[in-house]
């Protein structure tokens, strides 16, 4: 992957606030200095306001849109896409510039394959790794950019928001001498920041830790990452195997989809390998059946297995405004049918701080600023590993898991509402069980 430098960063500015000015202001200034000014810089200026309003916005991605001759750009803030600004691909050639410093081939030698590559831009003065991809799409290409920034980022298994007895055993568990341990969720719910904080935690000169990621998101000091390639013919089944001949003695495999990969890392779990990936699937038991109906033999799955985590980002509250409430009945009756708790201990716990998104400037008027995120934690038992070597349902397998402790996404969710980082409704709207 080609690492850009992008230009020095402009002159550190006198306060720490930003100028009071909008994106459209920029734009408007670049577009009046056309023609005084030669059509490179102006790009780069316009490509450096946008990244800068993005991280300004704490936007996750960055949506370049070509509709005929325009561009719609649009930034996705809390989960939520957010129109920015239109502009003529005519004025600014972003897209062409986004692809050199992504390290993209140029657009004719590549017309129609989609492309994922990255670069490092000092924006203001924090360094900043975005990861590019482009689409080809029928007006061109379709550019997303995925902020990742590396200021705010310290992969720290500690500050992802476990709760203190749950990182204790996601600690104990990640330090097995081999076995497989998965992490899952939707697209965008965090799998790689969770997944790259544990190989950070287990970084050390004496173990070989090697992955297989589709893309690369962040660069991992001490451990041999490689992206795969399927239209090159490198999958992750393959990479896997020409891996477990590298001796390693951890191993991260981006994610698996198929039966064949699923196989092969089990079957390295089970030889004395330490085996990390995730599964794309909302629950964490619903992982063991996700694996069942793609062809994997239960047993394997039962005797290889040593966690599963399930996590989804959900928004936090805007500090600025949020207002102390008290859930309306309606709410914690909602909860309490799909908790099955019981609604006095929801409602009278001694650290119940319940809050209200009220909306500010500093939110947009959302009440909401951030993301949080709220996860389960699964260990097999004997007795989950006879339901899983019988195929019980999904739906056993979750009250087993309930019953051996298991706190689920949804009752994580309760008790961060409950100290005032989010609200019931943000957490009942966000999981589904
Ligand atoms: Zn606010």
């Known amino acids: 992957m080609a690492l850009f430098k992008a230009t020095p960063p402009p002159p550190p500015e006198e306060a720490a ?18 023609g005084k000014t030669d059509d490179n810089t102006l790009t780069n200026g316009f490509l450096r306001a946008i990244l800068e309003f993005a991280l300004r916005e704490a936007a996750s991605d960055i949506h370049f849109d070509p509709q005929g001759d325009t561009f719609r750009l649009r930034f996705r803030i809390d989960g939520s896409l957010e129109d920015k600004l239109a502009f003529s691909s005519k004025d600014f050639s972003v897209a062409a510039q986004l692809r050199v410093m992504a390290g993209f081939p140029p657009q004719a030698a590549s017309a129609y394959s989609p492309e994922d590559g990255g670069f490092e831009a000092m924006v203001g003065d924090r360094p900043v790794r975005f990861r590019v991809s482009a689409f080809p799409s029928i007006h061109g290409d379709k550019l997303v950019l995925r902020v990742l920034d590396m200021g705010h980022q310290t992969l720290m298994l500690e500050h992802l928001g476990f709760a203190p007895d749950v990182l204790a055993q996601v600690q104990s568990a990640i330090k097995s001498p081999s076995g497989i341990f998965f992490v899952c969720g939707v697209t965008g719910g965090g799998k790689s920041t969770t997944l790259c904080s544990i190989l950070k935690t287990l970084t050390r000169p004496e173990i070989s830790i090697m992955t297989l990621e589709d893309p690369v998101e962040y660069m991992l000091p001490g451990v041999s990452q490689s992206k795969i390639s399927p239209q090159a013919g490198f999958t992750f ?11 390693p003695n951890i191993i991260m495999v981006g994610e698996i989809r198929d039966k064949e990969t699923a196989e092969i890392a089990i079957r390295a779990a089970l030889t004395g390998h330490l085996i990390f990936t995730t599964i794309h699937t909302i629950s964490s038991v619903g992982v063991i059946s996700r694996l069942v109906d793609i062809g994997v033999e239960p047993f394997l799955i039962s005797s290889s297995t040593i966690g599963v985590i ?8 805007c500090p600025e405004c949020a207002q102390p409430d008290t859930p309306a009945p309606q709410i914690v009756n909602r909860i309490v049918t799909r908790s099955g708790l019981a609604a006095k201990p929801i409602l009278t716990a001694p650290e119940g701080k319940f809050v209200a998104a009220v909306g500010c400037p500093a939110c947009n008027g959302t ?20 339901l899983i070597d019988t195929k019980a349902s999904v739906a056993d397998l979750h009250k087993a898991a309930v019953k051996s402790g298991m706190r689920t996404m ?6 961060k509402a409950r100290a005032g980082l989010t609200t019931l409704t943000e957490v009942l709207t966000s999981v589904s069980e």
């Open 17 to 34: 606030e930003y100028p009071p000015d909008t994106l459209e202001q920029r734009y408007a200034s670049l577009l009046a200095a056309k």
């Open 237 to 247: 089944a393959d990479g896997l195997r020409s891996i477990l001949r590298q001796d």
């Open 310 to 317: 399930a996590q989804r980002l959900i928004r936090r509250v």
């Open 367 to 386: 009440g909401y600023r951030g993301r949080l995120g709220i996860f389960e934690f699964l260990q097999l038992n004997n007795e989950l590993k006879t």
């Open 410 to 415: 949804l009752m994580d969710g309760i008790i």
